[in-house]
Every structure is written in structure tokens, then in C-alpha cells.
């Protein structure tokens, strides 16, 4: 089992940009200072072979940070599966890391949690919590209908959030 000690030796990460680099040579194919992983890993997220065995970045920088492996998701706030910065992870159920993904590519507003009424030509701010629908409200643009629907979001996230850690 790879220990926090023994990755810190391997590698660097830097918190703010979410970048790990090599400190070490490795067999003439990877040359200290050079950045580590890449984006080949399952679903857009970028992997890490560490000791004989693949990781995933963003699970890696967490167990860097805190020493301590993730019990649950560690879910990307930005939903950018590639940006591993500390500030860019949260610990997360599985659920909620579900209800943080991107688009689907059958929307058509560009934003999540927004349709377009085309009898009114506004926009409708829904979204689905705990196997729960919550219509938000109508709106005349899609930008304040997404606002609407991330405030929801987050209100949302943050009690259930931190009614389970308590």
C-alpha cells in the first residue's frame, strides 16, 4: 500500500495548480521535474502510475494533502474532471457527485438545470435532488435561470453536506 511518506519522495504536487511532477528519475522515460500522469484514465479523468499501480490524479492529490485515502468521491466543484487543484475537491457521496456532472449533450440552454419553454420563449430552472424535483422558477434569460438553479444546487449540497458530518 502506497504511503503518503513514500508518494511525497516520488512525487511533488502543487495544491494551487493541481499539477504533480516527478522528483525522481524513473528507468530513462520519466526525467525529474517532468509533470506526471496523463489524461488516459476512465471517463475524462486523468490517471497516475505510482509504485506498479494506477491512481486517479484527483484521489492521489487528496490522500497527498491529508494522508488520509478518501472514503467516499472526492467530486471536482468545477466539474472539470482534469483540474485536480485542492480547491477544485471536495469529499462527496456518490450521488452528489453524480448531480455535479457536466451537461448532458442533450441540453439546450447551456446551463444545467435550465430548459427553454418555447411557448414563452423563457427559461425554467429545475432540478432533482434526493430523487426530488424542485421547480425553481421562470425567468427571462437563461443566466438568471442558471443562477437560480446552481443557488438551489448549492443549498442543497452544503445541508446535506454537512448534516452528514456532523
Known sequence: MLTQARLKE???YDPVTGLF???VNRRGHVVAGQRAGCDNGPNGYRVLKVAGRVYLEHRLAWFYVTGEWPERD???VNG????NSFLNLRP????????????RIDNTSGHRGVT???RTGR???RIFHNRRGYHIGVFDTAEQAAVAAKSKRDALFTHHHTSHSA
Open 92 to 103: 462527496a457521496t456518490r450521488k452528489q457527485n453524480l448531480e455535479n456532472q457536466k451537461l
Open 74 to 76: 472526492v467530486d471536482h
Open 80 to 83: 472539470n474532471r482534469k483540474e
Open 116 to 118: 427553454l419553454d418555447k
Open 123 to 125: 427559461f425554467v430552472a
Open 10 to 12: 516520488l512525487l511533488s
Open 21 to 23: 511532477t516527478w522528483r
